[in-house]
């Protein structure tokens, strides 16, 4: 049985810091934010806004847009590493925001959890629910993913300026009218890292930027080697001599903790694809350089780090490598639409990803391009950590849905924030009855209980 993403919608929080104001407040250089790493906006949350608020916003908007009835849905799933209750699912919250618009009762067949593994969970959730279907266990109903994250990081720390927030939703079927998902190829990579956490307790993570973002690269392409071989072994695609795997993807979708890191992973992959392919040859005679290696090759991911002289030649051999003719068509025509939406927006963690996929498919289209029958590879990476590497093909009914894709007119009318603004919503220091913007049809929290007996309840409100 067949089984993918139908539809799909997100959800973004009105209020901004923009890149120029956080670079100014911190004495960076703007080039860094709005260059260097592809920052131009990061979006923030208001004080009356959680990841469940946002889950459940994002829902009602995929609901909505397709005529949904609750009893369409059979399974309702919730991704995030931004729980705020160790026991209570975040599902279970969603559903009583839903069930404030669709009626007390309306969502109770619908089962689900809450899924946890950094960046990549969705992934895994995407993969379970699409397995529920080809297994005929869906009789016919959907299920909604939702990936709901605050990406919020220290004050002052380097990861302040990949900030973000916002969900996606995807409803899931077995007659998908934009992506069917390539069955029997899907590949995982695990290992046990403390690139990124965030301990209990703790609204922030732990990071290790470059270590994290190093690991990143290494644990997605052990699973493309793997996807490789599944692809192989199961006829799904029939490679020539000559050719990578990343030839047969006609996009591929990174995971985005902020939007160049998208175009450093590609790069890492096609380098390490190309290598074994003749053509590598003209590339390195285009570069001008040998392709450097560690002193200690197989050493660990800190001493690849420590190795100053390798880390520099590493990145000059990069930055002429992506200058190459050759990677700048891959980029182009393959990556460079998913990273718009990115720089727009900031990082989602576990729906960067799938930002990223919407973004490609809005702006592709809008370059005229036919999507039918395309093939869509996505690199998924969650610290601590794992990689999940899939694919799916572009149906043939995709235009329905890619046609009326607007992200500005998706987010709103957006609000820039001022510095002292950021610096409140940061530090928790307001209530969420003193929310910076007022919204309509939304749902929004209202209250955190905060005696004994029911320390944590979250009311959650309607807007009229
Ligand atoms: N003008 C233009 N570019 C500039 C610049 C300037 N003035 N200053 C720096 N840059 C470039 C750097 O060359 C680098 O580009 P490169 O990656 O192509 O080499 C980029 O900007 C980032 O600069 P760098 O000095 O490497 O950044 P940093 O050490 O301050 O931190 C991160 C960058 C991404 C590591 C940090 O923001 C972080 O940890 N973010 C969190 C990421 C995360 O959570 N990952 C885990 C989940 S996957």
């Excluded at 089984?3 to 923009?18: E, K, V």
């Excluded at 100014?24 to 979006?43: F, I, T, Y």
């Excluded at 669709?102 to 990549?120: I, L, N, P």
């Excluded at 610290?383 to 849905?401: D, K, L, N, R």
């Amino acid at each position: 049985m067949t089984a993918g993403i139908d539809d799909i919608a997100i959800y973004i929080p009105r209020l901004y810091i923009d890149a120029a104001d956080f670079a100014e407040a911190r004495g960076l250089d703007p080039v860094k934010l709005q260059k260097g790493l592809g920052v131009s906006q990061m979006a923030i949350v208001d004080a009356n806004q959680d990841p469940a608020c946002l889950a459940a916003n994002a829902c009602l908007r995929v609901m909505e847009k397709n005529n949904l009835d609750p009893q369409d849905i059979g399974r309702l799933y919730i991704s995030t590493e931004s729980a705020f209750d160790e026991s209570k699912a975040m599902n279970s919250y969603v559903i009583g925001m839903l069930e404030q618009v669709y009626g007390q009762g309306s969502f109770e067949h619908c089962g689900g959890v809450e899924t946890k593994f950094a960046c990549v969970s969705g992934s895994y959730a995407l993969y379970d629910n699409t397995n529920w279907i080809r297994a005929g266990e869906a009789e016919g109903k959907s299920a909604l993913v939702v990936v709901s994250d605050i990406a919020k990081y220290d004050m002052g720390s380097s990861g302040e300026m990949t900030q973000g927030a916002g969900a996606v939703v995807m409803l899931l079927n077995d007659k998908p009218r934009l992506l069917e998902f390539d069955p029997k190829v899907t590949s995982t990579s695990i290992k046990d890292e403390y690139d990124f956490y965030r301990p209990f307790g703790k609204e922030t993570p732990i990071v290790h930027g470059q270590y994290s973002n190093l690991l990143y690269m290494i644990q997605v392409r052990k699973a493309l080697e793997s996807y490789k071989k599944k692809v192989i072994s199961s006829n799904l695609i029939q490679m020539k001599e000559g050719e990578t795997i990343l030839d047969h993807m006609d996009y591929i979708n990174m995971h985005l903790p902020y939007s160049n890191m998208g175009k450093k992973a590609l790069a890492y992959l096609v380098r390490h694809e190309w290598r074994q392919l003749p053509r590598w040859k003209n590339i390195l005679e285009q570069i001008g350089m040998k392709e450097p290696v560690p002193k200690d090759p197989r050493g660990t991911i800190e001493s690849v780090l420590a190795d100053e002289e390798f880390m520099a030649k590493d990145h000059e051999f990069t930055k002429l490598f992506t200058k190459t003719q050759e990677y700048q068509d891959v980029f182009e025509s393959k990556l460079s639409s998913s990273l718009i939406a990115s720089t727009m927006i900031g990082n989602l963690y576990t729906a960067s990803l799938y930002l990223g996929f919407r973004s490609s498919l809005e702006f592709e289209y809008q370059k005229g391009v036919d999507l039918d029958g395309k093939r869509i590879g996505f690199g998924s990476y969650g610290s601590g950590s794992s990689a999940m590497v899939f694919s799916g093909v572009v149906q043939p009914e995709y235009a329905e849905i890619v046609k009326s894709m607007n992200l500005e007119s998706e987010i709103g009318q957006r609000r820039r924030l001022t510095w002292s603004e950021y610096e409140e919503l940061h530090e928790n220091k307001l209530a969420p009855e003193q929310s910076k913007v007022h919204t309509k049809k939304e749902f929004v929290l209202v209250d955190i209980k905060t005696d004994v007996e029911s320390r944590g309840e979250r009311r959650y409100a309607f807007t009229s």
